[in-house]
């Protein structure tokens, strides 16, 4: 497998850009003073966060025979992976089930062994999966952003959500010529309550395919402000 040759850094794309604004505010029928309008920021963000899930399963009539095969590659990738200290294991975890023949009758047991790895550090996971090839396979590989990334958007995305309500009410006032303007209600919606990971890709045992290369993807957040205002004649 050909891995990058770049060490990924975590990048925030600092470009915001704002929603167009509904070019028709709704405007209460009974009270032409009331109106309600959003508006909305965009942040394109790059994932540093990647989660990879990997399985190893055994079939045998001996219950012992398969759990102590799938325990064995299990130790085995787990040293591999130890050596590495910018991978986390996140899990681990044996499940164990009947096998059942055509006349639905018990004829063995399937043992599954699962890892679940986590890691900010695209390159350094690959190299892990390229090292684990042949003991356990990929059954999926998952990016996001993290929480702490995210949290440090929150705030300043919040501010410029806001900046923009500011600025749409007091156009919406004049352009009906109020005096001013009292908030009625208003809702905000942060990156951190909006966004949801994306799933790379998925890969199982059955692809017989190269441990794949963790390319870097982007996803956009927003902060958005739902409100209602009355303009004061």
């Known amino acids: 497998m050909n891995l990058m040759k770049k060490s990924l850094a975590v990048t925030l794309l600092a470009t915001l850009t704002t929603t167009a604004w509904a070019i028709n505010p709704q405007v209460n029928t009974e009270n032409n003073n009331i109106i309600s309008f959003n508006t909305q920021v965009n942040q394109s963000v790059n994932h540093n966060l990647w989660e990879a899930k990997l399985f190893i399963q055994k079939e045998d009539k001996n219950l012992q025979q398969a759990t102590t095969a799938v325990n064995k590659n299990l130790d085995k990738a787990l040293n591999i992976i130890k050596k590495n200290n910018e991978v986390e294991v996140k899990s681990t975890t044996i499940n164990t089930r009947v096998r059942y023949n055509d006349d639905n009758q018990q004829e063995g047991w399937i043992v599954n062994g699962e890892i679940i790895l986590q890691s900010k550090n695209n390159i350094a996971l690959s190299k892990v999966l390229n090292s684990l090839n042949g003991i356990v396979a990929i059954e999926s590989i998952n990016s996001e952003v993290s929480d702490t990334a995210l949290a440090a958007l929150e705030d300043s995305m ?10 749409k009410a007091k156009v919406i ?3 009906m010529q109020a005096k001013n303007y009292k908030i009625i209600s208003l809702n905000i919606s942060t990156p951190m309550d909006r966004y949801r990971p994306y799933q790379l890709m998925r890969m199982t ?6 441990t794949p ?3 870097q993807q982007k996803t956009t957040i927003n902060a958005r402000v739902d409100a209602t205002i009355q303009l004061i004649k």
Not at 159 to 165: D, I, P, T, V
Not at 205 to 210: H, I, L, P, R, S
């Open 205 to 210: 045992a059955a692809d017989n395919a190269e």
């Open 213 to 215: 290369i963790l390319g």
């Open 158 to 167: 919040t501010e410029q959500a806001l900046k923009q309500f500011e600025h």
């Open 173 to 175: 006032q004049n352009t």
